[in-house]
T-cell receptor, first 115, second 117 residues
């Protein structure tokens, strides 16, 4: 079974600063995909960033970037220049075609951006 | 493209009653998922459809739960004889599901918040 672990239940960051959210996963698969989703108080889950395991280059989307360490099975999210609108729950997720394209989610990290 | 829509947004019911939720995925998406989320937890997989075929069901999906996607478009999730433990947010998501996982991304609806009294 695939497991996704987010060991930081809560984090906070000052506005305009940088914060890193951690995620580790366990799998025997070689080809898979990793995601970070954001869930603001409105509860709508929004895709933040996506990483293919076969790509060595870390994905980047504007202020969001990942540090993907395949051997360590680590997938952290870095948010630069934090904004108040970044306050939300952040979920790390794993997907593999060998597990029926199911998405497995971590328990989430609650991020608060402090003005 | 209006995204994934779910109806209703909130549902309050008494224990023992039946409830049904509806999900309309993004129109060209072949794959549709149902997840359950309780407060402070990540989404837990319940079941998913590839077009009209229900391909997998989680052990979380007891006999009281049934899902359908009759024409491969919208889906319904029914819970019979609701229990207080069923109280949760029920999330629907869809993806292209073309078989080429390079483009696979989940797009979520806003969820249906169920409260069983």
């Amino acid at each position: 079974a695939q497991t996704v672990t987010q060991s930081q239940p809560e984090m906070s960051v000052q506005e305009a600063e940088t914060v890193t959210l951690s995620c580790t996963y366990d799998t025997s698969e070689n080809n898979y995909y990793l995601f970070w989703y954001k869930q603001p108080p409105s509860r709508q889950m929004i895709l933040v960033i996506r990483q293919e395991a076969y790509k060595q280059q870390n994905a980047t989307e504007n202020r969001f970037s990942v540090n993907f360490q395949k051997a360590a099975k680590s997938f952290s999210l870095k948010i630069s220049d934090s904004q108040l609108g970044d306050t939300a729950m952040y979920f790390c997720a794993f997907m593999s075609t060998n597990t029926g394209n199911q998405f497995y989610f971590g328990t989430g990290t609650s991020l608060t951006v402090i003005p | 493209d209006t995204g994934v829509s779910q109806d209703p947004r909130h549902k309050i019911t008494k224990r023992g009653q039946n409830v049904t939720f509806r999900c309309d995925p993004i129109s060209e998406h072949n794959r549709l998922y149902w997840y359950r989320q309780t407060l402070g937890q990540g989404p837990e997989f319940l079941t998913y459809f590839q077009n009209e075929a229900q391909l997998e069901k989680s052990r979380l999906l007891s006999d009281r739960f049934s899902a359908e996607r009759p024409k491969g478009s919208f889906s319904t999730l029914e819970i019979q004889r609701t229990e207080q433990g069923d109280s949760a947010m029920y999330l629907c998501a869809s993806s292209l599901g073309t078989g080429r996982s390079t483009n696979e991304k989940l797009f979520f609806g806003s969820g249906t918040q169920l409260s069983v009294l």
